[in-house]
């Protein structure tokens, strides 16, 4: 028999939880206290309901967001009764309607990125940082047995995440992994305001939405237990029981009363005994990898080309595949163009060898050893550097043909001093630009990579050229110029500015302004270098 949960048992699991993720947290914000303002995605079901009125009662300054699919007639009946009834709570409360376009595919796929992006913007609009959701124990269980099924190994099997970057979110600026500034001044990192003209300071994004789930350690029963006891009206959707829908509705039947029908193995105590020990791995493989990084020497990290310059570490003994290839992938997570985690671990397996424990020459025998050769993983290319140890990771070269070109919103700066809104360039760059004349068509330009034909003379003065040569050869030496973004006019090409380096063509009118950020990194990994 399930009992309500009391408002003060939930708060203190939701302090736990966000204590046990602090290094999660601390990753995407400089400041990692527990918010005392929360919105909460709210469906209409026991779970969310449940978890509004407990946030409520734990004291918790509440927003709720119901989202409109606007996928059926009734749709909108329905998302205006949940409303109705976290109103009558005292709840703040907005509705959410989705946009569809014309032609919709992959109905589910585009359900969950609209649903994400409606909150996501919600969030950053109502000035949110966290936005909860209500999955439960039950949720966990089904998930990682449905993973178990479908053959999942490691971080598979550890259930459903307590804290989350927002998915589906990806570019859009203070929602994904944005919406506040670090300045980078090695070694410590101090708040700043965007990097702005012709200066040379390197400034990294922080920020964005973080996914909260506190009712991970609850089971269903028990919620339904606190809407029972506190009068709390919630929908229940009956398609969710038909086992011949979906295979999580499947699942979901075997499970029921703790998997009874189930081999032991596969019932509900077993698999939170599978949850638990993953997460322990999980915890003990982030462990090791931290020591590890701790042996790494940053030479330099340089957010204006994204350039890396380290020294990796000659360990005493043979480092672990696994924590090597975690740490591998951490490090050069910090300058790739793809999301973190978008490769597997095996991808960085084969590489290990090169980084680690690597000696041109054994100091007893003399015996030669592999010769260090370039190579690229997850996005980035690693060069030799001077010594036995020290390796450039920096951007791929872009593929002939596949460079990335973003053409800037204008619409909102038809001149003076608004700024155009933060574009994402090839998921590295935040920037955005200004115009101090109404004359100059803020919405004529564009940004790509810098192209070898830049460099000619015919483009620029020759001291100009000489000049930004000498300043490419300093701070992006080789191939790694060409992944620098590059503000240029639509119409023509012609380049105008190097805006991470401060640098201007001689066709750049005075009147252009811009700022600018690199990409959300992992600032700990770097200091712990």
């Known amino acids: 028999m399930y009992h309500a949960i009391p408002p003060d048992q939930f708060l203190a699991r939701f302090h736990h939880l966000w204590t046990s993720c602090r290094s999660v947290i601390h990753r995407t914000r400089r400041r990692d206290g527990f918010p005392s303002r929360v919105g909460i995605a709210v469906s209409g079901g026991m779970d969310s309901m449940a978890l509004t009125h407990l946030c409520q ?146 400034v990294v994004s922080s920020g964005g939405i973080l996914l909260v789930r ?49 081999p032991r193995a596969l019932r509900t105590d077993s698999i939170l005994s599978l949850i638990a020990s993953s997460r322990d791995r999980l915890y003990e493989a982030d462990r090791k990898s931290d020591h590890l990084l701790s042996l790494f020497h940053l030479e330099t990290f340089d957010p204006r080309t994204g350039l890396l310059r380290v020294q990796f570490p000659r360990t005493q003994t043979q480092t672990e595949t696994q924590v090597a290839s975690l740490t591998l992938r951490r ?40 010769k260090k050769t370039a190579f690229t993983v997850g996005g980035v290319m690693f060069t030799p550097g001077h010594g036995e140890r020290e390796w450039l990771l920096s951007r791929q070269p872009f593929w002939r043909h596949r460079s990335p070109v ?3 919103d204008g619409s909102s700066t ?31 330009l564009l940004i790509r990579p810098l192209w070898a034909s830049d460099l000619s003379a015919k483009e620029s003065s020759p001291d100009t050229t000489t000049t930004l040569r000498k300043l490419l050869a300093s701070h992006a030496p080789g191939p790694i110029r060409f992944t620098l973004p590059v503000l240029a006019c639509a119409s023509t090409g012609e380049p105008l500015a190097l805006p991470t ?13 811009w700022e600018w950020m690199f990409k959300s990194v992992d600032v700990d990994a770097l200091h712990s270098m």
């Not at 997570?333 to 991808?347: A, G, I, K, Q, T």
Request: glycine letters at 8%; one cysteine or more.
């Open 214 to 262: 506190p009712l991970l350690e609850f089971p269903k029963a028990q919620l339904q237990a606190t809407c029972a006891s506190n009068g709390i009206p919630f929908v229940t959707d009956a398609t969710n029981f038909d086992t011949s829908l979906t295979p999580r509705n499947a699942i979901r039947s075997l499970l029921v009363h703790g998997g009874r029908r189930l």
């Open 501 to 513: 380096l401060g640098s201007t063509f001689s066709g750049c009118p005075d009147t252009l302004r």
């Open 406 to 408: 973003t053409h800037i």
């Open 57 to 202: 009662q734990a004291g918790l300054d509440v927003t709720a967001f119901v989202v409109d699919h606007q996928a059926r007639e009734e749709s909108a009946r329905e998302a205006r009764t949940v409303a109705s009834w976290l109103e009558n709570m005292r709840v703040k409360t907005h509705v959410l309607r989705l946009n569809w376009s014309a032609n919709v595919s992959a109905f589910e796929t585009q359900a969950r990125r609209l649903r994400f992006q409606a909150l996501g913007r919600a969030c950053h609009e109502h000035d949110l940082d966290t936005l909860l959701l209500g999955h439960h124990r039950d949720d966990a269980v089904e998930t990682t047995l449905w993973r178990l099924a479908c053959g999942a190994k490691g971080a598979g099997l550890a259930g459903i995440a307590p804290v989350a970057k927002i998915p589906e979110c990806h570019g859009l600026y203070g929602v994904s992994e944005s919406g506040l500034q670090t300045k980078w001044e090695s070694p410590v990192t101090t708040e700043s305001s965007a990097m702005t003209g012709k200066t040379s300071d390197g």
């Open 331 to 370: 490090v050069a997570e910090l300058v790739s163009p793809f999301p973190d985690n978008h490769f597997p671990l095996r991808s960085y397996g084969q590489f290990v060898g090169d980084v680690f424990n690597h000696s041109e020459t054994d100091s007893t025998t003399k015996k030669k050893k592999k």
């Open 414 to 444: 038809p001149g003076g001093t608004d700024f155009s809104p933060w574009t994402l360039w090839d998921n590295r760059f935040w920037i955005r630009i200004s115009s101090t004349s109404p004359s100059s068509k803020v919405s004529d």
